[in-house]
């Protein structure tokens, strides 16, 4: 099984920066893309930013210029570096993989998510 922990959710005020993190642990033998999505209330899920094994990145056009999602993979961990925070901004932030894990003598691929992440801005 693997386990993806987020950290770095705040409440801050508008025009004010945040960095979170997601760091997966577990039978990993190597994690593919990488990303992060985001669901304020009442509103459906939607993708932030993504990033594939090889550094390349996607954004949404919401946040394009603003936020900067970066990997380590040593660290097994995503990052999301978000500036020049808006109050639409504000969601639960939740960060996925895919991960290939060991499964007996074999391996498997999914895709695994975390808990998430509350992010606040205040005008």
């Known amino acids: 099984q693997v386990q993806l922990v987020e950290s770095g959710g705040d409440l801050v005020q508008a025009g004010e920066s945040l960095r979170l993190s997601c760091t997966a642990s577990?039978?990993?033998?190597?994690?593919?893309?990488m990303g992060w999505h985001r669901q304020a209330p009442g509103k459906e899920r939607e993708l932030v930013a993504t990033?594939?094994?090889?550094?390349?990145?996607n954004y949404a056009d919401s946040v394009k210029g603003r936020f900067t999602i970066s990997r380590d993979n040593a660290k097994n961990t995503v990052y999301l570096q978000m500036n020049s925070l808006k109050p639409e901004d504000t969601a639960v932030y939740y960060c996925n993989m895919g991960v290939r894990t060991l499964v007996g003598f074999s391996s498997s691929l999914n895709n695994y998510w975390g808990q998430g992440t509350q992010v606040t801005v205040s005008s």
């Open positions: 577990g039978s990993i033998v190597n994690i593919f893309g």
């Open positions: 990033i594939t094994s090889g550094g390349s990145t």
